[in-house]
């Protein structure tokens, strides 16, 4: 979709469009909407990242937990957005081997556990050798603070991915 194109939708066609860019979460599709003519893609990627850095920590906190498992609710639930289902297959999260999604299981709820987030990582251009050590990397990680910037940084870079993915210019 071309810049011009996102410009032109309906209000309700925009936030139909892009409630996604942050996981299951219409409010910041419905503010960046507001913003309107976006010059291009990048000013378009700034308003919705600076729309999210304007939100309280419980708030960008609520969108955090929003983020599925990685790795395992593709094989097991259907309660993953077309986003979520095509980033996670995109890197072969959807033909995990057995061992390999018992490991993604034991790492998401060891995870869930200690930081009471689900891991966040975005997966656009890793595979799936990169993401368990990082996965493993991020485990080791003592202070929840430090843990949520990361998670935070990476629910960024994965709007960023998304919003590049739909417009074109």
Known sequence: MKIQDVNNLSSEEFIENFNNIFEKTSSIAISSEKKRPFNNKNDMIEVFINEFDDLDIESKKNILIKHPDLGIKLKITNDLTEM??????????????????????????????????????????????????????????????????????????????????????
């Open 84 to 169: 979520s289902k095509k980033e996670q297959r995109n890197v072969g999260l959807d033909n995990c081997t057995e061992d390999e999604f018992l490991l993604f299981n034991r790492m998401n709820d060891e995870y869930k556990l200690k930081f009471s987030i689900p891991f966040i990582f975005a997966v656009k251009g890793a595979n799936k050798s990169i993401i368990i050590d990082e996965f493993k990397r991020r485990l080791t990680n003592e202070d929840i603070d430090l843990e949520i910037a990361e998670s935070i940084k990476q629910v960024k870079k994965i709007a960023k991915f998304r919003l590049d993915e739909i417009i074109n210019e």
